[in-house]
């Protein structure tokens, strides 16, 4: 292979291969954080995982940003929207956290991936980003689908399942003022703020909450961190490689994850209303990423944590 035009191809071709292995493996490490967080909260308090969560994420993110070699990255033009910013992602941390206490991990997880519908719902009057009928008719059928998982008035909802709503209504905020952040900053200033703002938020809660764990429980605490920042830091590498519009759809692969390890965890089965609503939701949702792809070229994706 020596024409130069065919090189380039091949390239491009192996680069974004490799994108979507990493995305891949990003939600699989997030459904694996899921699982955990969901394990961790049968036993221990809420708060505490949440907390160190956000403890460990940041050390992690510190030896891997290394912000003293690289001052530049410390530098926001916009601390309030960082702020505000981080606050909404350790809300939506907390939500999760509490709905998988009484939730499975594909029933939180089905209403989690409204967030899609959210952000191009209000991406409007916020961001500019104004849509279409067609994706008007997404958005509403994927909340159809959201309906479907709940079951409101047909005896199957539980309360938990408004936690997982509260946790994508705020998820879908996190990346409103994610995509308003990245007009001025990088990618590892974001996660650097975001994990910054989680540990000074829930550092003060963790000596109320604390419980002295077990040594493998302590080991899976400074886990969840740790899977959140390494999933974070993949997705980072895979859209520097891939076009965000070729990456988002195996977003909705954490599904499948979720659902097999809440079987091999937790002996949990899918009941057929959340294997029906959760088809809706991921139809209506690759349908949105095609429509968002052909008119403007690009999705700006919506990252599972």
Request: charged letters at 10%.
């Amino acid at each position: 292979m020596t024409d130069p035009t065919q090189i380039q191809q091949y390239e491009q071709r192996r680069q974004r291969l490799i994108g979507i292995g990493l995305m891949t493996v990003a939600v699989l490490l997030f459904a694996v954080l899921d699982a955990t967080a969901k394990y961790l909260g049968g036993h221990l308090d809420t708060l505490q995982v949440v907390a160190m969560r956000f403890v460990t994420a940041f050390f992690v993110a510190l030896i891997f940003s290394n912000p003293i070699l690289r001052p530049g990255m410390l530098r926001t033009a916009r601390p309030g929207l960082q702020l505000v910013r981080g606050l909404f992602l350790v809300s939506t941390t907390i939500c999760n956290f509490f709905a998988f206490r009484y939730l499975q991990l594909d029933e939180a997880l089905a209403i989690l991936f409204a967030t899609p519908f959210l952000v191009a719902a209000v991406a409007g009057p916020i961001l500019g980003e104004w849509i279409g009928w067609r994706r008007w008719t997404a958005i509403g059928v994927g909340f159809a689908g959201v309906l479907v998982v709940i079951r409101p008035g047909l005896g199957g909802m539980q309360w938990a399942a408004l936690i997982s709503v509260g946790a994508a209504i705020f998820y879908a905020a996190y990346a409103i003022a994610t995509r308003m952040a990245m007009r001025h900053e990088s990618s590892e200033t974001t996660l650097f703020y975001a994990n910054l703002v989680g540990l000074l938020t829930m550092l003060p809660v963790l000596p109320f909450v604390w419980t002295t764990p077990s040594p493998l429980d302590f080991v899976m605490l400074v886990g969840v961190g740790a899977l959140g920042t390494l999933g974070h830091f993949l997705l980072i590498l895979a859209h520097r490689r891939t076009p965000a519009s070729t990456l988002s759809p195996f977003m909705y692969t954490q599904l499948i994850w979720a659902t097999a390890l809440g079987y091999l965890v937790f002996n949990d089965v899918p009941n057929r209303w959340t294997l029906i609503g959760a088809g809706i939701v991921v139809a209506s949702g690759l349908y949105l990423l095609y429509r968002e792809q052909k008119v403007r070229g690009a999705v700006a994706p919506v990252a599972p944590r």
